[in-house]
């Protein structure tokens, strides 16, 4: 028995020394082994006791370090003259009191006082706890970023020194039948022009169809102090720039619509006629009734409204917000770039995959320059007073000179009558779903251009008669070009040799003063204009 005993007392002391910090491996026997689990056991414990004690301390010290700097606050801030104690210290009071029924699952050397706040401690770590796990159960997205491409446009040098960018789709210029050209709207780029349209679309009408970024816009170099003026000035180089000798047809669609108004106003003798998709209209034109107006803007949203304020009023706060969305340099929706409100199919074609991709690379060719200004100066132009009204396009008989002269020439009839305002033809498709340019829109353009053909599309949103749609692509130009003829057939190149006489001598070629094609164009009138039933 004594010398169980003394074994024991001998392991004792052994695992003490062990427990305070040395460590022996096991060598063989069962007298080894069990100096090896409890050496373990021993350490864990050890360990576990200190972590707890550690941790009860830190939160008495922090117990008290409140109460002081509780203290410290109540001797020398907040006292009961103070505003803030009077206005707060009794309804706080009071809630204290109804929570005094917590005191009794309080220890006893514990201030009842603070239960409240312990309470509260521990809800917003549970919330906080629960957030996060919701968060693992539910990733959110990943962010997609904008990538910007390696300069790819076609571009011809301006008169003033720009660059101006553009993109050329259908038959080549000398086999086009038709030519159109194209400004783009708010957000985009040349390579929006008509989304989604077939290849062979334009081959079977024969049309050739140019885009362009607009100053400031993907790769066209900015405008100092561009208006709508210079906007037409533009359309009106490039057109000779590309070779277009002809008059060609302007296509436009949402904000891009201002261009066209302006083109029609400024170059009316090089434009054959307009297309336009949902046609935006100053939101303070003057021309407006009331009711108009009214209709307008109940069917914008809350920011849109705020947007149109802004660039019309404080035009200098446009950048803060651009900056914190499309130039952002993250991939968004668009209705939430652009504030919209949309219809249930404009939202379905939204989804759809060939949409979004084709979203993201037209903004990411939009904002490559990555400059507020542009976009700012578009948004100004929309709502500043454009130096004219689509209701001066009106087709009207200019009103007779005032004189002698004038009466007499009237008397034997000398005078021709003139007729003033775009001559050309003028096709608006309006769709009647449409929230971001309403229907009151085109009952506008209706009024004060009755001779303007106004399709109204039952159903149709913003998006859905102009995206993705090979139907409405092909009814578009059904409707303004008739049936397809295909492209021009190849001139039969002349022959370039010299002529000879018949004694085998050159003979010279003389060339006489011939017309150039802009002013044998420009000299044509078109009177047969054909007349379209809505």
């Known amino acids: ?28 026997g069962c007298y080894g082994g069990g100096i090896g689990v409890a050496t373990t056991a021993a350490a864990a414990e050890n360990w576990k006791f200190h972590a707890v004690e550690f941790a009860k301390g830190f939160a008495e010290m922090s117990v008290e370090f409140g109460k002081g700097v509780r203290d410290v606050l109540k001797q020398s801030v907040i006292k009961e003259d103070l505003i803030l104690v009077r206005k707060v210290g009794v309804p706080c009071y009071k809630v204290c009191r109804r929570l005094s029924f917590l005191n009794e699952y309080l220890p006893e050397d514990r201030d009842p006082a603070h239960a409240w706040s312990v309470i509260l401690f521990v809800l917003f770590i549970a919330f906080a706890v629960l957030i996060a796990s919701n968060d693992n159960i539910y990733p959110t997205p990943l962010v997609k970023k904008v990538y910007m491409h390696h300069p790819s446009a076609s571009r011809i040098l301006l008169p003033d020194g720009r660059h101006l960018a553009y993109h050329q789709q259908g038959v080549p210029a000398e086999l086009a039948r038709f030519s159109m050209i194209a400004p783009h709207s708010f957000l985009s780029s040349r390579l929006a022009g008509i989304p989604g349209i077939k290849t062979s679309l334009p081959e079977e009408y024969g049309i050739r169809l140019v885009t362009y970024d607009l100053p400031g816009f993907g790769e066209s170099d900015p405008h100092p102090s561009r208006n709508l003026e210079s906007s037409a000035m533009d359309m009106l180089h490039l057109s000779y720039a590309v070779n277009v000798t002809d008059k060609f047809w302007v296509v436009a669609y949402s904000g891009g619509s201002m261009h066209a108004w302006a083109a029609l106003r400024y170059i009316p003798d090089r434009i054959a006629g307009a297309v336009m998709v949902a046609p935006m209209v100053n939101p ?63 939202k379905a074609l939204l989804e759809h995959p060939s949409f979004e991709e084709f979203w993201q690379r037209d903004l990411e060719e939009s904002v490559r320059q990555k400059n507020a ?13 454009w130096g004219f009204s689509p209701a001066d396009l009106k087709v009207q008989r200019k009103r007779p000179g005032k004189g002698i002269l004038h009466w007499i020439k009237s008397l034997y009839g000398q005078t021709e009558e003139i007729l003033t305002g775009f001559l050309g033809q003028i096709h608006v498709w309006q769709g009647m779903e449409d929230m971001v340019v309403p229907p009151s829109t085109s009952d506008f353009l209706q009024r004060v251009l009755p001779d303007a053909m106004v399709h109204r599309l039952l159903y149709e949103g913003h998006f859905t008669y102009f995206y993705f749609c090979d139907e409405c692509h092909r009814n578009i130009f059904s409707t303004v070009f008739g049936n397809p003829q295909g492209p021009l057939a190849p001139e039969a190149e002349a022959d370039q040799s010299p002529i000879q006489n018949d004694d085998g001598e050159t003979q010279d070629t003389i060339l006489g003063d011939v017309a150039t094609d802009e002013e044998n164009v420009s000299s044509l009138v078109n009177s047969n204009k054909e007349d379209y039933i809505d």
């Open 373 to 385: 200004k542009p976009f700012v100066e578009e948004a100004v132009l929309q709502v500043s007073n």
């Open 1 to 28: 028995m004594s010398e169980v005993h003394e074994s024991s007392s001998w392991r004792e002391s052994v695992a003490t020394v062990v427990g305070d910090n040395l460590r022996y491996s096991t060598v063989g």
């Open 284 to 346: 303070y034109e003057p021309k407006m009734t009331k009711e108009e107006k009214s209709k307008m803007w109940k069917k914008w949203t809350t920011k849109k409204k705020a947007m149109y304020i802004l660039a019309r009023k404080f035009p200098r706060l446009l950048p803060y917000f651009y900056r914190r969305s499309f130039l952002s340099g993250i991939h968004g929706q668009i209705e939430t770039r652009l504030a919209l409100s949309l219809g249930i199919r404009d």
